[in-house]
């Protein structure tokens, strides 16, 4: 009697064992940070932000996120408190393994420097704005616990301080590929050209509805940003800009998106 419930025990054990492989992501533990900016003290006020920010809220439930931190209306001083210290912080707590942070809200480009304005921000005072050099040198910090880096940016072009863009529309790739998740990536994604951002925002829903309607087990980030870049075509908006985060670890690695 007492091999038989051992032989159970074993048994349980390893279907449980099995269960939690099955579920874990090869992206490894990976979170999504959303910052919406939209209630502004000067700039004007984006009313359809937080909608778009659902809609990709929602097309993300079928896919394995462990964790969505969603801030709203950041000044200067939480951005850079957030990047550098709170999630920061959270990250290596948590290991987390893979990381996409969404920014939607006004943006702006002075030079080869793209700038995130922070709802406090001064008009036409770039002392004011967040400067998203600061965010790749919080970033860079955390490339020894992070194996993947997304960020995406609904505003301004990201400038080519921040990025090396890709020379040539990116290769696709498919489900076959995700052994290549072992490898380190650090890429970015904006929608490019406007400063104060249209709404509703085409790219965020060309960005969900390929997400939602993907009928595939993944979907890397290079299939869609290809399909980002056709549909501003045929909208006649600026197209989207891709590229390697400049001076974060990158081994040709990239950003899957990995279903339920």
Known sequence: ????????IILLANCISIS??????????TWVVFIENSQYQLYENLYKTSNDIKLMKDALENYKIDSIIHKTNLTKSQMENFFFSELHESVLDNEVK??????????KNIGDTGYWIP??????????????????????????????????????????????????????????DITITRYPSSQTIASSGYEL???????????????????????PIENIVNQ??????????????????????DEGGTFFFIKK
């Open 119 to 176: 709802v406090d921000a001064m008009l036409n005072d770039k002392s004011t704005f967040y400067n998203i050099n600061y965010l790749r040198e919080a970033l860079t910090s955390y490339t020894e616990y992070l194996k993947h880096t997304l960020v995406v940016t609904d505003a301004c072009e990201s400038g080519p301080s921040f990025y090396q863009a890709m020379r040539s529309i990116p290769q696709n790739r498919n489900c076959d």
């Open 228 to 249: 980002l870049i056709i549909a501003a075509s045929r909208n006649n908006q600026p197209i989207p800009r891709f590229g390697k985060i400049t001076g974060m670890q």
């Open 1 to 8: 009697m007492k091999t038989i419930k051992l032989i159970f």
């Open 20 to 29: 939690a492989s099955e579920s874990q992501s090869p992206m490894g533990k």
């Open 197 to 219: 951002i249209p709404e509703p925002s085409i790219f965020t829903r060309t960005f969900a509805t390929l997400l939602t309607h993907n009928i595939n087990p993944c979907i």
């Open 98 to 107: 893979s990381l996409m942070v969404w920014y939607a809200g006004h943006g």
